[in-house]
């Protein structure tokens, strides 16, 4: 058990309309008996991408004791299961190999990467260096893992194609629940890019955070230009 935010659910408003069940990406609310009920804590990841849709306003966020967030399927899933590989990091390094016995060394500190996955509380986004990056980047910018990657905790995401205001609450939470040391974000020239720039941004001004932010632009092309 640990305290941690999670939703809460006023079943005296509640009017069994069920509008905030498909907005629950975890599966984590259902209707019982005509009422939208909270059916499992380790499927509730806090982050409240439901609240907006209740037009009773019977859902709200509070921090208690609960069961870890535990992704749907990940005990059997590699795809969301939490894990760590900083401790990899304090082993000595071999000269010219990489994990696979050559090759250049993957950077990658954590796993999963990608925002929706990524519970805002995992223990991988404490102390540290966080880059975001859109999702094209890492294809576009041959040295990513050592220029950009090396050092740092890495978010994936859309830009374009991706909710921005569920990963606007998804930042303000991480901030809010971590120590973040500083954010990059690390995307592509096309102007679709750009969306997730004011996001961060009004992230960190609503954490109260005074956290650092960089940005970098790559090329399609595959050139660092900011």
Known sequence: MVKRKIIKIDENKCNGCGLCIPNCQEGAI???????R??????????????????????????????????????GCPGSKMMD???KEAAPATEGKGQ??????????????????????????????????????????????????KGKTLLVGCPKLDDLEVYQEKFVQILENNNVWSITYAHMEVPCCFGLVGIIQEAIRRSGKKVPFKEITISIKGEKIA
């Open 30 to 36: 259902r209707l019982v008996d005509g009422k939208a």
């Open 38 to 75: 909270l059916v499992s804590d380790v499927l509730c990841d806090g982050l409240g991408a439901c609240l907006g849709k209740c037009p009773q306003d019977a859902i709200t966020i509070e921090e208690r004791e609960a069961k870890e967030f535990v992704h749907p399927g990940s005990p």
């Open 85 to 87: 590989f900083r401790k």
């Open 100 to 149: 696979a016995g050559g090759g250049i060394e993957s950077q990658l500190r954590q796993w999963p990467v990608q925002l929706a996955l990524v519970p805002p509380f995992a223990p991988y986004l404490n102390n540290v260096d966080l880059l975001i990056a859109a999702d094209c980047v890492p294809f576009a910018y041959a040295n990513f893992h050592e220029d950009l990657l």
